[in-house]
């Protein structure tokens, strides 16, 4: 069955530092991988996908993500935090072929420091 | 961008009442519409797909004569919670993808918080 783990639940940074959330997929073959954001009571946000071609992806507000098939990892950077970066993260997969359903990971809720 | 707007962001109803949440596509037409559903500190669980015209689809487990969606026009789709209970209190989201952007490239509205008491 297709999945999403993400396997930090909650992760603590402080502002300027970097930060790697983590993302691996289970699926047959490559699926569309997409990573959102969520701030507190609000809805989601998209951060960046990856369809095809290269792996490194870059997306809004400085965030980037590696696509490794070989780790079967759709892991999201962003080099250095900032307060507002505060939020849930959903990573989520689409199978490719032209379905739009998403199934979505856990979710990493960061929190930065002062 | 596109955008999808749902209404109310909030509402408390009695147990027992039905409760309806509206989502609309602003800026562009969606034959279909997702409504997702999420728990506190939990991921979104799809819970239906709201094909305009037609019946929706539901996810297994999802009780359809409960939460019963509507997508009447190519800009509005509607979920009705009936016979409201407490554990139907969550955080429902729609969202639909624009014409021209990719498979799962979703638009999401604000959410609705429902707490039934």
């Known amino acids: 069955a297709q999945s999403v783990t993400q396997p930090d639940i909650h992760i603590t940074v402080s502002e300027g530092a970097s930060l790697e959330l983590r993302c691996n997929y289970s699926y047959g073959a490559t699926p569309y991988l997409f990573w959102y954001v969520q701030s507190p009571g609000q809805g989601l946000q998209l951060l960046l996908k990856?369809?095809?071609?290269?792996?490194l992806v870059q997306g809004i507000k400085g965030f980037e993500a590696e696509f490794k098939r070989s780790q079967s990892s759709f892991n999201l950077r962003k080099p250095s935090v900032h307060w507002s970066d505060a939020a849930e993260y959903f990573c989520?997969?689409?199978?490719?072929?032209?379905?739009?359903?998403?199934?979505f990971g856990a979710g990493t809720r960061l929190a930065v420091h002062p | 961008g596109a955008v999808v707007s749902q209404h109310p962001s909030r509402v408390i109803c009695k147990s027992g009442t039905s409760v309806k949440i509206e989502c609309r596509s602003l800026d562009f037409q969606a034959t279909t519409m997702f409504w997702y559903r999420q728990f506190p500190k939990q991921s979104l669980m799809l819970m239906a797909t709201?094909?305009?015209?037609?019946?929706?689809?539901?996810e297994q487990g999802v009780e359809k004569d409960k939460f019963l969606i509507n997508h009447a026009s190519l800009t509005l789709s509607t979920l009705t919670v009936t016979s409201a209970h407490p554990e139907d209190s969550s955080f429902y989201i729609c969202?639909?993808?624009?014409?021209?952007?990719?498979?799962?490239?979703?638009?999401f509205g604000e959410g609705s918080r429902l707490t039934v008491l």
């Open positions: 989520a997969v689409a199978p490719s072929g032209g379905y739009n359903k998403l199934i």
């Open positions: 709201s094909n305009e015209g037609s019946k929706a689809t539901y």
């Open positions: 969202s639909a993808r624009p014409p021209g952007h990719h498979t799962g490239e979703l638009f």
């Open positions: 990856y369809f095809s071609g290269d792996t």
